[in-house]
């Protein structure tokens, strides 16, 4: 789960790690009566979306006085309903600080570079050797010399040394604390004062753990998600949207993977995955037909399922229920073997659908018949 940076912020703020002065205005509050409870002396207008990026897309931005900042934020919000305005720090140097989980080795990672400010994905494309990492053991936990060793290095003063110090343990502890897979503070400034301040902030939570973080559910703002993920989640159904055109329906994470491989070997691009879990009746299959087929991105369907408690019968009656409720115009290839798929074949077989056996024969039609 993602949220906003005004709220990362103020887990930030309150495990002591200092943020900017700032205030969150949406679209329907007074702006200037909003504007003229603050009196800083230059501002920064922050967009608040789920996605990072902002500064390049136009989405943070500075302004010398109350008169310009109510102006673009006029502006900003023709594109989005929140934005966090903020005193603006006048920065001498950007780093990164950041902890991410190494799923392939089971440890937590720390990230340390003095480059802050642009995207971590282009620093390590670009310049790898300005990036460090540091491997956390899960059972010790993230040790004091491992901060000391990033530390000795660089060329602040002690007091400045001690604060970076603190802030990254306490972003530790953050990420420990809620389970989060990502916290990141990006930039993380040293200004001309001397302060160390978290300039963003962004932390992503595991959504196998939310149900122990009820404090963190409470951030979720399902009116800002997207509605088709919303309705997804809703109905307990995992919905990934992507950037191709054929909507996927399947059964467990693995046989999503292989579906999406299996699409890009025959040169097909997916549009979605919906995955109905491993125990899916046939309601589910039929609400999940209803979120791809409304994915204006889906221009075909394929739907590959293989039965083991899921029963292949119960699929294909969601699917017939669907296709004549719903009126799907959209072309569908069926792929169903395992626990009743026989029965399947016959219940399909009278609605006039022909289903595959085999995956590579039902990803081509899916990629072909476009
Ligand atoms: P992102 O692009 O979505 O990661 O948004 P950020 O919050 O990181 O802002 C983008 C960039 O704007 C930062 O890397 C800074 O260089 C700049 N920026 C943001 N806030 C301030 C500020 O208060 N003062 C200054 N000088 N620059 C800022
Ligand atoms: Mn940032």
Redesign the pocket.
């Known amino acids: 789960m993602k949220i906003y ?1 005004y709220q990362a912020k103020e887990i930030f703020s309150n495990s002591g790690i200092p943020i ?1 002065q700032g205030r969150l205005v949406t679209k329907q509050e007074n702006i200037k009566g909003e504007l003229s409870k603050l009196s800083f002396s230059k501002y ?1 207008l ?1 967009a608040q979306t789920y996605t ?5 897309a136009g ?2 931005v ?1 302004a010398r006085d109350e008169k310009r900042t109510l102006k673009e934020a006029q502006k900003l919000f023709k594109r989005v309903d929140k934005i966090l305005i ?6 001498k140097e ?1 780093l990164y600080a950041g902890f991410t989980i190494d799923k392939s080795r089971a440890e937590h990672r720390l990230i340390f570079s003095c480059s ?2 642009i ?1 971590i994905e282009k620093l390590s494309r670009d310049h790898p050797e300005k990036i460090i990492t540091k491997e956390i053991d899960i059972f010790t936990g993230l040790l004091p010399h491992q901060l000391r060793e990033i530390l000795v290095d660089l060329n602040f003063d002690k007091k400045i040394k001690n604060s970076i110090y603190r802030t990254i343990q306490s972003l530790y502890e953050i990420f420990i604390r809620y389970d989060a897979t990502l916290c990141e503070i ?2 993380l ?1 040293i200004t001309d004062d001397g302060e160390v301040v978290a ?2 902030a962004k932390i992503i939570f595991d959504d196998d753990a939310l149900f122990r973080h009820k404090d963190i559910l409470k951030l979720r703002i399902p009116e800002d998600e997207e509605p088709l993920e919303r309705e997804a989640k809703d109905k307990n159904l995992s919905y990934v949207k992507l950037a191709g055109d054929i909507g996927c329906i399947v059964n467990g994470a693995g046989l999503a993977m292989a579906t999406m491989d299996v699409i890009k070997h025959f040169g097909g691009s997916p549009a979605n995955f919906l995955d109905i879990g491993g125990a899916a009746k046939s309601v589910q299959v039929e609400d999940s037909l209803s979120i791809i087929n409304r994915d204006p991105d889906t221009k075909s369907i394929f739907i590959n399922i293989f039965g083991g408690i899921v029963r292949c019968d119960e699929v294909a009656k969601g699917i017939v229920r669907a296709k004549n409720k719903l009126n799907i115009d959209k072309p569908m290839v069926i792929r169903l073997i395992g626990t009743n798929d026989k029965k399947a074949y016959e219940i399909l077989k009278k609605e006039g659908l022909s289903p595959y056996k085999n995956m590579s024969q039902a990803a081509k039609a899916a990629v072909s018949g476009l």
């Open positions: 940076e900017p920064v922050k990072g990026g902002r500064g390049k989405l943070v500075k903020e005193e603006q720090v006048d920065i950007e802050g400010g995207e990006n930039p400034a300039v963003d």
